[in-house]
């Protein structure tokens, strides 16, 4: 199998299984998840299908036309970044979805998680191997949506569809923001192809010389941002801890909030190098890292506190892809990718050692834990390793990566020299010392001490294996990495790294480098974090009395402050224009066409009535011009709602067979179809309301309505009478147009289908999407009020 076949695979199996996964679940029931899991893993063994080429250096773009009269195509891009970013999410796909099997209770609906999860996972592979930018940023808010149901899986829990909700409004707003510096990007470039951009130095040099630059650098940092939770974006993931363990452990700590890591390094050799890079991408970085930090310390939520260090480690790969010079572009490159490889694994074995700790103990309080090594000794000393790599205590792999962002940090700031030589190393300790005491206190708040609390099950065990075995598998990758490192840098991390930098890297990392300045920042994280972890409670004490005293000194108050605002707003705009009874709708939409119709007609018009207009019409034109005046008037005078029904249906038939006389059975056809609908529905209404019109008007306000419809009238006479002639002036049919064009450009013969779906096919593509929406309305209406009764 050739490695495109393999990835296009890769992708879209997810989906095509998933769509399936109802009927399986009636044979697997309960053990559906080991088919979520085999799903995972054949997309895993796709990706590794396609990798052995990658990994030796080469790249594979293929492509299929897909918009061409735009110049776009679907293509797929595979070099050493995408490959390792495809193998961290069908990796912990398969990892998490076998942990699920016994972290889910049978009684939920597993169909529909399991379905999300893949849905999820195909999105994100889909994102990463995406070869242009508008295919890229479809697949980046499928992530959106598809997360955005996972966090809400639980929807009769407010917690969770509020995290929900605030995970869509951040992400896909930033999306937003993103698609539009994509679409700068192609005024400058003139092409929405990625790699095309990527590998041409004068494109790259025409970018940075332009005016945009800036505003689209800014405008896709901010959907990165978004996505990873980074600067004022952060506050949309500690309220997604809502969402079951396992899906805080795929999307929050290996895959979603790696998005916008995986954007930044993909557009890192477009906007490197340069100033505004470094200014705003490790700016951004630092001050992310030192806030969620801090920030962390009066967490006691278990996830929580996971959520914020997550933030956090994030700002560290942030930092170090920003740390940039002219001459020296890709200074922290390999140190962030081997952090975000590395950080995969630990997080993701301590989001389910915190789904087994909260399974077991029915809290995720840790203020309640403490002592559980005696009752869960093995997942105590998995979790021990985890956060220790968190921490970067020696031999694990975040160790390393830690040193190598230690070296970074030393070198970004003697190239920059002055106060940066003795800040930018600063920061990156002051950071190393706040995740030290947090990942201590992980270790100590639920494992060690005493019992705090008497509320907990008086017998916690161990869970079983289904529960046991993946997380005790990621911290074995943990210590074989930091052991070995050579096989996951040579075969992951330098692929990568030169995928970024466009050119050959070759890294030396070890678990001894001698005695170095990185070293001894080591030691110095320690000894500061071990002192700054004595002083935990207290600063976790003075933040939430500033908390107290200062509530709206936090992004999420404004952020409340945007939404609720906006709901109140929108409820009285809602009472406005919609008041409940239906007649001043209809006063309102007639009034609208007579301005946007009457109007212009008499303001441009010479003739308002043309002088050569030919009334003879034929018996049977005649005849149905008769019956449809007589069932007009009969559905405006007859007095029962029965009568007035079969009145308006007689002139919805009488129209279809307007439309046979005028050759057109299509639309014929459709008349039919729909009018016996809406007969079906009125017949259905009218058994739950009074049998008669029961509402008197009154003569000023029949005259009124005589008025409006009687200038409705005219303006349409005089709108139709006109309409082979043009009101203004004479103007060629478009119908030539497609009549010569519709063989030749759309391949079709039946014109009416041909300029629906192509040359009015976004027009049709609006029209079903509205439709679908107000269908999922009334469904949501109907569901509502059967779970109400």
């Known amino acids: 199998m050739d490695p495109f076949t393999a990835i296009t695979l890769a992708v879209f199996l997810p989906f095509i299984l998933a769509a399936i996964l109802p009927a399986v679940e009636k044979v697997l029931k309960g053990n559906i998840g080991w088919y ?24 594979i773009q293929k492509s299929v036309e897909w918009l061409p009269s735009m110049g776009i195509d679907f293509s797929f891009y595979m070099d050493g970044l995408s490959i390792m970013f495809g193998f961290i999410v069908s990796g912990i796909a398969v990892i998490i979805m076998s942990y699920s099997n016994g ?11 399991y379905q999300q999860l893949l849905f999820f996972m195909g999105s994100m592979l889909g994102m990463v191997f995406s070869a242009n930018l508008l295919q890229l940023f479809i697949f980046w808010e499928l992530t ?74 800014v405008l896709i940092l901010i959907g990165a941002a978004s996505k990873s939770a980074q600067g004022p974006f952060y506050i949309w ?78 700002a560290y790969m942030v930092a170090m892809y920003g740390y940039t010079t002219y001459q020296y572009p890709g200074i922290g490159v390999a140190s962030a990718t081997f952090h975000l490889l590395n950080h995969a694994t630990f997080k993701a074995c301590l989001f389910l050692v915190a789904g087994i700790v909260a399974h077991e103990t029915a809290t995720r309080d840790i203020s309640k834990m403490g002592g559980l090594r005696k009752e869960m000794p093995i997942t105590f000393v998995i979790g021990t390793i985890a956060a220790l790599s968190m921490a970067g205590v020696p031999p694990l792999n ?73 997380p005790a598998l990621l911290s074995a990758i943990v210590i074989l990495i930091g052991l070995f490192p050579s096989v996951a840098v040579q075969y992951i991390i ?13 890294l030396h990392v070890s678990l001894w480098h001698g005695f170095t300045t990185a070293l001894l920042m080591t030691v110095i994280t ?13 600063i ?23 939404v609720d605002g906006a709901k109140g707003k929108s409820k009285s705009f809602a009472a406005f224009m919609q008041p409940g009874p239906l007649k001043p709708y209809l006063v309102s939409m007639l009034l609208l066409f007579l301005f946007l119709g009457a109007v212009p007609a008499i303001l441009v018009a010479s003739v308002i009535i043309p002088a050569n207009m030919e009334f003879g019409i034929s018996f049977y034109e005649g005849l149905l011009l008769a019956i449809m005046v007589v069932s007009a008037l009969g559905a405006a005078i007859l007095k029962k709602y029965l009568h007035a029904i079969i009145a308006v249906s007689a002139l919805g038939y009488i129209i279809s067979l307007v439309f046979i006389y005028m050759r057109a059975p299509d639309l014929a056809m459709t008349q039919i179809l729909v009018e016996t609908l809406l007969t079906i529905i009125f017949l259905l209404v009218i058994v739950k309301v009074p049998q008669t019109f029961t509402e008197k008007i009154g003569r000023s306000v029949l005259v009124r309505d005589l008025l409006i419809s009687s200038a409705v009238f005219a303006t349409i006479l005089v709108l139709l009478m006109n309409a082979f002639q043009g009101i203004a002036s004479p103007f060629e049919s478009i119908s030539y147009y497609f009549i010569e064009n519709s063989l030749p450009l759309a391949q079709g013969r039946n014109m009416v289908n041909v300029i629906l779906v192509d040359f009015r096919g976004f027009d049709t593509l609006g029209e079903i999407v509205v439709i679908s929406l107000a269908g999922l309305g009334v469904y949501n209406l109907i569901k509502s009020r059967s779970d109400d009764t």
């Open 526 to 538: 320690f000894i500061a974090g071990i002192a700054l972890y004595k002083r935990y409670d207290a």
């Open 144 to 217: 959106s949506i598809t997360s955005f149901m996972l966090i809400g899986y639980w929807r009769n829990r407010p917690m969770s569809v509020y995290g929900a909700t605030k995970s869509l409004l951040v992400t896909a707003g930033g999306g937003v923001f993103m698609l539009a510096g994509f679409l700068v990007l192609n005024i400058i470039t003139g092409t929405f192809d990625l790699v095309t951009i990527m590998n041409d130095p004068s494109i790259i040099a025409n970018i940075k010389a332009h005016d945009l630059f800036l505003p689209a650098l």
């Open 540 to 562: 976790a004490a003075w933040q939430n009395r500033f908390n107290e005293i200062h509530p709206r000194f936090s992004v999420n108050y404004v952020y409340d402050s945007i």
């Open 36 to 59: 979520a899991s085999a799903v995972s893993f054949l997309s895993l063994l796709l990706i590794a299908l396609a990798a052995p080429e990658i990994i030796h250096g080469g790249t």
């Open 103 to 113: 972290y889910m209770s049978k009684k939920e609906d597993l169909a529909r998680y």
């Open 494 to 506: 330098e692929p990568a790294s030169s995928a970024i930098l466009l050119e050959d890297v070759h």
């Open 398 to 470: 975040g160790f390393l990566s830690k040193e190598m962002f230690y070296e970074s940090s030393l070198e970004m700031g003697h190239l920059l020299g002055g106060p940066f030589e003795i800040l930018i190393p600063l920061f990156a300790v002051l950071g190393g010392v706040f995740t030290f005491a947090y990942s201590i206190k992980f270790i100590d708040g639920i494992f060690l001490g005493k019992r705090r609390s008497r509320v907990l099950p008086k017998h916690i065990h161990e869970p079983s294996l289904v529960m046991l075995v993946p």
């Open 237 to 314: 993931l500690p309220n997604a801890m809502e969402a079951p363990t396992p899906v805080s452990a795929f999307l929050h700590s290996a895959t979603m909030v790696k998005a916008g890591i995986y954007l930044i390094a993909r557009i890192h050799p477009i906007f490197s190098g340069t100033e505004a890079w470094f200014i705003l991408v490790s700016g951004l970085g630092i001050i992310t890292m030192l806030a969620a930090g801090f920030l962390a310390f009066r967490q006691t939520d278990i996830k929580g506190l996971l959520a914020y260090s997550t933030i956090s480690q994030l």
